[in-house]
């Protein structure tokens, strides 16, 4: 199974399709869909809010997902409606949509401090769960996640490199992973086969970004 109702644009722009569309931090959008019943905003960095990509997906009914520590930027950009600010291990139910927050930072770099409370998700759609990281280190926090699909960053600098996503998803244990933000800002097209090497061999690696 490749999963073929998930999408990955650029970095970690991602389109999941079933009952309901689901985007997670719209970027470098190029076509016009006005597809999204929600948008999920990890963090406010501009690979990841990109307010263009978000025009181009969004409609007038369209849910809004995003950390507490964007209010600024999210109530501008909706102007406060239906919008949902959370903090890590928060839970929101949206219709027949289940989500829950989860913590994403860098331990010993700067560039994602846990203090700004910014997020992955995990996203339960159809009987599926899945695993959005953001911007992320391997954190103990996250071992702990039972998902059905991961999609985790491998690309390093500002997140974890392709052999610590091949850690945490083997503590994890998905059914399913997909490696994310690597070939484009940082890291190689390489990194995924790095990657796919080091999973075990019960995970089905997908790889999406080329």
């Given at each position: 199974?490749?999963?073929?109702?998930?999408?990955?644009?650029?970095?970690?722009?991602?389109?999941?399709?079933?009952?309901?569309?689901?985007?997670?931090?719209?970027?470098?959008?190029?076509?016009?869909?006005?597809?999204?019943?929600?948008?999920c905003?990890?963090?406010?960095?501009?690979?990841?809010?990109?307010?263009?990509?978000?025009?181009?997906?969004?409609?007038?009914?369209?849910?809004?997902?995003?950390?507490?520590?964007?209010?600024?930027?999210?109530?501008?950009?909706?102007?406060?409606?239906?919008?949902?600010?959370?903090?890590?291990?928060?839970?929101?139910?949206?219709?027949?949509?289940?989500?829950?927050?989860?913590?994403?930072?860098?331990?010993?770099?700067?560039?994602?401090?846990?203090?700004?409370?910014?997020?992955?998700?995990?996203?339960e759609?159809?009987?599926?769960?899945?695993?959005?990281?953001?911007?992320?280190?391997?954190?103990?926090?996250?071992?702990?996640?039972?998902?059905?699909?991961a999609?985790?960053?491998?690309?390093?600098?500002?997140?974890?490199?392709?052999?610590?996503?091949?850690?945490?998803?083997?503590?994890?244990?998905?059914?399913?992973?997909?490696?994310?933000?690597?070939?484009s800002?940082v890291?190689?097209?390489?990194?995924?086969?790095?990657?796919?090497?080091?999973?075990?061999?019960?995970?089905?690696?997908?790889?999406?970004?080329?």
């Amino acid at each position: 199974m490749q999963y073929s109702h998930i999408q990955i644009n650029t970095q970690s722009s991602i389109r999941i399709e079933g009952t309901r569309t689901v985007y997670f931090d719209p970027f470098q959008i190029r076509t016009v869909s006005q597809d999204a019943d929600l948008i999920c905003i990890t963090h406010a960095h501009y690979d990841h809010f990109d307010p263009e990509s978000i025009a181009k997906v969004c409609k007038n009914d369209t849910i809004y997902v995003a950390p507490v520590s964007m209010e600024k930027e999210l109530q501008k950009l909706t102007g406060g409606e239906n919008l949902h600010l959370v903090s890590p291990g928060e839970h929101i139910r949206i219709g027949d949509l289940a989500v829950k927050a989860q913590p994403a930072y860098n331990k010993l770099k700067p560039f994602h401090p846990k203090r700004n409370g910014w997020l992955g998700y995990l996203l339960e759609m159809d009987g599926v769960s899945y695993y959005i990281a953001g911007d992320t280190d391997a954190v103990k926090e996250l071992q702990g996640i039972q998902c059905d699909v991961a999609l985790v960053p491998i690309g390093g600098t500002y997140t974890m490199t392709a052999k610590e996503a091949a850690g945490l998803v083997n503590k994890m244990k998905p059914t399913a992973v997909i490696p994310i933000h690597y070939g484009s800002i940082v890291g190689k097209p390489e990194d995924a086969d790095v990657f796919k090497k080091l999973v075990d061999p019960d995970i089905n690696v997908i790889i999406k970004l080329k």
